[in-house]
């Protein structure tokens, strides 16, 4: 279970970084075109729009894996945890059923966008229209997971609803994950050379 979770991990933090770094290309590109060459790539922006909009929600995706989204946790702070438990269990079933809904918007609008093209790449509407479908089915099976851990794994209430106090905690814990995956790292290499 866990090595899949590192491997949707990973393949998150992949798109997340080839969105960013095509869309980067794309922007630099045209620039440098238009005012060294007086030319430019005329697709470019729109793909570059395209490109942003799945990396936002391919974002917003890993921050919900992270727990990294907002939230106001003053009352669950003060609740026993079997009461924290059913409050979070309460909220995250509105989430899915939130979830639910955007899925099947975004399957109807998507449908019905597979004949229109966008203007400058031709791509199909249903590319951007897409996206809906994507994060929903993957924020929802972030939220039944978070489920199941919560109803089956003694203490996960707590690092469930447990929101991030400031920017240096923020902070620590990207330093903390860096430090493990640099230990992985380490070990990798070095079981490699046995």
């Given amino acids: 279970m866990r090595r899949i979770g590192k491997l949707l991990d990973t393949t998150l933090n992949v798109l997340m970084a080839a969105t960013l770094a095509l869309m980067c290309i794309l922007v630099f590109g045209n620039v440098v075109l238009r005012y060294g060459f ?42 026993p945890p079997r009461a924290k438990q059913v409050v979070f269990l309460i909220s995250n079933a509105i989430v899915l059923y939130v979830l639910y809904l955007l899925l099947d918007g975004s399957w109807k609008i998507t449908l019905s966008s597979m004949g229109s093209r966008a203007p400058a790449t031709g791509l199909p509407m249903a590319f951007i229209y897409g996206t809906g479908l994507v994060v929903s089915i993957g ?56």
């Avoid at 620590?172 to 990798?188: L, S």
């Fill in 38 to 79: 007086n030319s430019g790539i005329t697709w470019s922006e729109e793909m570059s729009r395209f490109l942003f909009i799945w990396m936002s929600f391919f974002g917003a995706i890993g921050a919900l894996k992270d727990n990294d989204h907002l939230g106001v946790d003053t009352l669950l702070r003060k609740l």
């Fill in 139 to 194: 924020m929802g099976i972030i939220i039944l997971f978070h489920i199941y851990q919560a109803l089956f794994r003694p203490g996960a209430i707590d690092e469930l609803t447990r929101m991030k106090e400031s920017e240096e905690e923020i902070m620590e814990a990207a330093h903390g994950e860096m430090t493990k995956w640099h230990h992985r790292q380490k070990q990798g290499a070095a079981g490699g050379e046995r």
